[in-house]
């Protein structure tokens, strides 16, 4: 008899990853899927729309004419020469929505940015100091939510003659931050109550680097929906109030494009090239920013992000229940 074993009967078993572990990998692995804003077609959609808009901002004015430049023919249909035929004065529509795409979006940038600081100091602030501070901070942003901000941008706009695009971003800026200070304020305040938090005081961290350090990285995709709802109330302000004519003066804007096609009678003179561009522009740049601030939004709210999921399952045992039946 052979002393040899047969290497197919001595041969160790393979070793295999416990099943908790493989699970909660795969777990993970569609928590992160789920997670991510780039999956969702919302946010997909929405920065094609965006990016394409900001590109057209800064690529095109290189390749048009001055556009306030009358030497062209007046009330021109689009043609080879003038992709967007030309105003009541000669002026090229497509060089002013050009250069009316960086006026818009310089005035929302500015204003959201505005808006979005004060609603860190009048929210986040007032969150986390809580006591007198909170409720002096609160009664401010309560007052600002009370009054309507665009027919006060208005009364303030129609006492300044000569404004400049810094001015009516300013103005749009210090009339839209709170609403988003006041759901910042009740954020931070569940927020300072964390285990996390509490640590970071009793370890004699500083106030400013707890906020910075252990509530901003949890507020950021809050900070972020609310940039974006603060961005789209300005463009679409200032589109507004150019069209009354209280717009910037020495600026053009998408808004003060569709006011002097208003005063052109561009709609009687059948000069639809004038005012429907600009217009488009304003609600696809809207539409874009509004899609990524729901998949944000998806983000931030559990119930919104695991939607989908439920609905499957409801139709799934809807769908055995029936085969069943």
Same mark, same amino acid.
């Given at each position: 008899?052979?002393?040899?074993?047969?290497?197919?009967?001595?041969?160790?078993?393979?070793?295999?990853?416990?099943?908790?572990?493989?699970?909660?990998?795969?777990?993970?692995?569609?928590?992160r899927r789920r997670i991510l804003p780039s999956?969702?077609?919302?946010?997909?959609?929405?920065?094609?729309?965006?990016? =394409?808009?900001?590109?057209?901002?800064?690529?095109?004015?290189? /390749?048009?004419?001055?556009?306030?430049?009358? =030497?062209?023919?007046?009330?021109?249909?689009?043609?080879?020469?003038?992709?967007?035929?030309?105003?009541?004065?000669?002026?090229? +529509?497509?060089?002013?929505? &050009?250069?009316?795409?960086?006026?818009?979006?310089?005035?929302?940038?500015?204003?959201?940015?505005? =808006?979005? +600081?004060?609603?860190?100091?009048? #929210?986040? !602030?007032?969150?986390?100091? #809580?006591?007198?501070?909170?409720?002096?901070?609160?009664?401010?942003?309560? +007052?600002?939510?009370?009054?309507?901000?665009?027919?006060?941008?208005?009364?303030?706009?129609s006492f300044v003659p000569q404004r400049t695009?810094?001015?009516? &971003?300013?103005?749009? #800026?210090?009339?839209?931050?709170?609403?988003? &200070?006041?759901?910042?304020?009740?954020?931070?305040?569940?927020?300072?109550?964390?285990?996390?938090?509490? =640590?970071?005081?009793?370890?004699?961290?500083?106030? /400013?680097?707890?906020?910075?350090?252990?509530?901003?990285?949890? !507020?950021?995709?809050?900070?972020?929906?609310?940039?974006?709802? *603060?961005?789209?109330?300005?463009?679409?302000?200032?589109?507004?109030?150019?069209?009354?004519?209280? #717009?910037?003066?020495?600026?053009?804007?998408?808004?003060?494009?569709?006011?002097?096609?208003?005063?052109?009678? &561009?709609?009687?003179?059948?000069?639809?090239?004038?005012?429907?561009?600009?217009?488009?522009?304003?609600?696809?740049?809207?539409?874009?920013? *509004?899609?990524?601030? /729901?998949?944000?939004?998806?983000?931030?709210?559990?119930?919104?992000?695991?939607?989908?999921?439920?609905?499957?399952?409801?139709?799934?045992?809807?769908?055995?229940?029936? +085969?069943?039946?």
């Amino acid at each position: 008899m052979s002393d040899t074993k047969n290497p197919l009967l001595t041969q160790e078993p393979p070793i295999t990853a416990p099943a908790s572990t493989i699970s909660l990998a795969t777990q993970q692995g569609r928590r992160r899927r789920r997670i991510l804003p780039s999956t969702s077609p919302k946010f997909i959609v929405g920065s094609i729309l965006v990016l =394409a808009i900001v590109l057209f901002a800064i690529i095109a004015p290189f /390749f048009t004419q001055n556009p306030r430049s009358t =030497a062209n023919p007046a009330l021109q249909p689009p043609s080879a020469e003038h992709w967007l035929g030309t105003t009541k004065l000669g002026n090229d +529509v497509f060089a002013q929505l &050009a250069i009316g795409a960086q006026g818009s979006l310089m005035v929302g940038i500015v204003a959201s940015s505005i =808006a979005i +600081v004060l609603s860190l100091l009048f #929210g986040v !602030l007032a969150g986390y100091l #809580g006591g007198w501070r909170e409720d002096g901070l609160a009664l401010i942003t309560n +007052v600002m939510i009370v009054i309507p901000g665009l027919p006060l941008v208005m009364v303030i706009a129609s006492f300044v003659p000569q404004r400049t695009w810094q001015l009516v &971003a300013i103005f749009l #800026g210090i009339t839209s931050w709170a609403g988003a &200070a006041y759901v910042l304020r009740l954020q931070t305040r569940s927020l300072r109550t964390r285990d996390y938090v509490y =640590a970071a005081k009793v370890a004699g961290e500083r106030s /400013f680097r707890v906020i910075l350090v252990e509530i901003m990285p949890n !507020l950021l995709p809050l900070l972020t929906a609310q940039f974006l709802f *603060a961005l789209i109330f300005a463009i679409l302000g200032e589109a507004g109030l150019s069209y009354l004519g209280l #717009g910037p003066t020495d600026s053009i804007t998408w808004g003060t494009i569709l006011n002097d096609a208003q005063s052109g009678q &561009a709609l009687g003179r059948g000069a639809w090239w004038w005012f429907i561009p600009p217009g488009l522009m304003i609600a696809l740049l809207g539409a874009g920013l *509004a899609l990524i601030n /729901f998949a944000i939004d998806e983000v931030i709210n559990p119930k919104l992000r695991n939607a989908p999921d439920a609905a499957r399952r409801v139709r799934k045992a809807a769908k055995t229940k029936g +085969v069943t039946a």
